[in-house]
């Protein structure tokens, strides 16, 4: 049975995301998955070192516990995954980024992690397609979690034989827009939907943006 390690803060805002370092303490995270754990114990560093993948985690910050962790990688899709209307003109395959897995410790779970590690993952990919092609970022999940993505702006590939669900980069833009602490922030003058959402992930207390 496990002890679970006091935990330093109950805010997700307070955990700032980092690359994933060898000193990190992999074999004591368990999110409730077999698959997730095991690959996270077992080939999350060599990823992170290969370059195939890129593992960003977010720990704990009195335990230093791992609280959860998310990949990105670049991928390619079939374009006759898409819906019959968005295959038209379009190179075959299409550029995307990948978000191989996002999970959170069953210590930590139902805190906001989750969101923050999305979050995340949304800012990077928009972020690199400012120089880097992708047509937005896909995600091979199951049913337990679709409801989660698609509040998100996710959206299921139809033909896709794996269920993926995918997000547009314009799409990205809009939900960042609507967001209630992104919008805020793009009240300011100069700020826009990469750097809200940029603080969004970064900050440690949201309340205090007020209006």
């Not at 992999?26 to 998955?33: N, P």
């Not at 033909?159 to 809009?174: E, G, I, T």
Request: net charge positive.
């Amino acid at each position: 049975m496990r002890n679970a390690a006091p935990l330093g803060s109950n805010n997700a805002w307070r955990l700032a995301p980092r690359p994933l370092a060898e000193s990190d303490n992999r074999e004591l995270f368990d999110c409730g998955r077999d698959s997730l754990n095991t690959w996270f114990r077992r080939h999350a560093w060599a990823n992170q070192v290969s370059g195939a993948s890129r593992v960003t985690v977010i720990t704990d910050v009195a335990s230093g516990r791992i609280v959860g962790y998310v990949t990105l990688s670049a991928a390619q899709i079939e374009c006759a995954f898409l819906p019959k209307p968005q295959q038209r003109n379009r190179p075959n395959p299409l550029p995307v980024t990948l978000l191989g897995q996002l999970a959170v410790d069953r210590d930590f779970q139902g805190q906001g992690h989750a969101t923050s590690l999305l979050l995340f993952a949304l800012k990077t990919a928009m972020s690199a397609v400012q120089i880097i092609g992708s047509i937005g970022i896909t995600h091979p999940l199951d049913d337990s979690v679709r409801a989660f993505y698609a509040r998100w702006g996710f959206q299921d590939l139809p033909f896709d034989p794996r269920r993926a669900m995918m997000v547009r980069h314009k799409a990205m833009l809009a939900i960042v827009r609507e967001e209630e602490i992104c919008r805020r922030l793009m009240s300011a003058p100069g700020v826009g939907p990469l750097v809200a959402i940029t603080f969004k992930t970064a900050i440690d207390d949201p309340a205090r943006i007020r209006k």
